[in-house]
């Protein structure tokens, strides 16, 4: 008996695991096909190289592309690394969103929004445009947020300006050169699901993230000077829902406040 709860653990963890594959199985698609201006509902999966349509059981998120080797049960072209990569990353994000927050309405937003971030990211990485329906749904969580800690809702609002009315400025005055006007919407809606202490938590230390990681990349891979943003904010205001609250708060100690 005194393993039940052990195993209930772990097959709740296994549950959101799998969960969290699946889900991103379906932001490969919208990865693959957002930029193409392609249906994701009308449209079957498909081979991209020899147009062969995927049967159920070439679908499988992760198991799939091990068990074909990474490549096309027809064609045997090599399938892009990035989908096992993004189905795997976003089972192990809802996995640490969980782990932190349990089992309540927190985790279930901010896993909804790390797998819109992961995709996100994915699309500016590639292409520097951040879809809009992405902030859309972000800012329906926000409001979802909002809603469920009205008392709050100050913090919220406050949020949702406290970094997007700096950068529209910012933005406004480069024509654009400085930020991208996705950046700014990203942070606003962002801005709205963390309540601005988060927000600006989330914005040093994406921008410490594109500074450094970016210069890195410049340096050892010769990638041009131009800058896609969203990847780096996306990684700090994910970093911000997980450990946000705790740097603030050590923050604040260490200033004996």
């Not at 690394?81 to 782990?99: A, D, K, S």
């Not at 809009?132 to 300006?161: K, P, S």
């Not at 910012?170 to 919407?185: E, F, H, M, P, W």
């Not at 800058?227 to 700090?236: E, I, K, N, R, T």
Request: glycine content about 10%.
């Amino acid at each position: 008996m005194s393993d039940f709860p052990t195993l209930m653990n772990f097959s709740i963890y296994l549950l959101i695991f799998l969960y969290g594959i699946v889900i991103g199985s379906f932001l490969n698609v919208l990865i693959c096909r957002i930029p193409r201006k392609e249906s994701v509902v009308h449209v079957r999966s498909h081979c991209e190289a020899c147009g062969y349509q995927l049967r159920w059981f070439d679908m499988i998120p992760l198991f799939s592309y091990i068990f074909l080797g990474g490549r096309c049960r027809k064609c045997k072209q090599t399938i892009s690394i990035q989908h096992p990569l993004v189905e795997g990353l976003n089972g192990v994000l809802y996995l640490v969103v969980f782990w932190r927050y349990g089992l309540c309405v927190e985790t279930l937003l901010f896993c909804l929004l790390g797998s819109a971030l992961l995709a996100l990211s994915v699309i500016d990485f590639k292409t520097y445009e951040i879809p809009v329906g992405f902030q859309y749904f972000i800012g329906v969580l926000g409001v979802v947020r909002v809603l469920c800690d009205i008392t709050n809702w100050q913090e919220y609002v406050i949020g949702f300006f406290a970094v997007s009315a700096v950068l529209a400025i910012l933005y406004y005055a480069s024509r654009g050169a400085a930020i991208g006007g996705g950046d700014v919407k990203l942070m606003a809606v962002c801005g709205l699901l963390l309540g601005w202490k988060l927000i600006i938590v989330a914005f040093l230390v994406g921008c410490i993230l594109g500074s450094v990681i970016h210069l890195l990349r410049m340096r050892i891979s010769g990638e041009n000077h131009v800058l896609a943003m969203g990847p780096y904010l996306s990684a700090g205001v994910m970093l911000a829902v997980l450990w946000g609250q705790w740097f603030l708060n050590w923050y604040i100690s260490f200033l004996g406040l």
